[in-house]
Nanobody, 118 residues
């Protein structure tokens, strides 16, 4: 399964964007979908994840309260709603999946660029 993040773009500080993550193929809901980002010169950062049934959602401290992860019932698309964006949120955003019990995320796509201007 390869996941494709989309919806990035240029936004002013204080603005909002909603990213989407679509999976090409999936037949089970026993997995987590995670959001990550990588800023220039920095390591990839975990932002949060959501279980296949949306019963469990976790956030990194750096984005809790500003970012919201959600999933449409019955759909394979996961969203990352980003509010009150800051210039330091500028990065390439990725999504990936991790089956229950697995230790590594997989299905990395090319990501989508988010640029926040001051």
């Amino acid at each position: 399964v390869q996941l494709q993040a989309s919806g990035g773009g240029l936004v002013q500080a204080g603005g909002s964007l909603r990213l989407s993550c679509a999976a090409s193929q999936r037949t089970s809901d026993r997995y987590f979908t995670g959001w990550f980002r990588q800023a220039p010169g920095k390591e990839r950062e975990f932002l949060g994840d959501i279980s296949g049934t949306a019963g469990s959602i976790k956030y990194a401290d750096s984005v809790r309260g500003r970012f919201t992860i959600s999933r449409e019932n019955g759909k394979k698309t996961v969203y990352l709603q980003m509010n009150n964006l800051k210039p330091e949120d500028t990065a390439i955003y990725y999504c990936a999946e991790k089956p229950y019990g697995a230790s590594q995320y997989r299905g990395w796509g090319p990501g989508t660029l988010v640029t926040v201007s001051s």
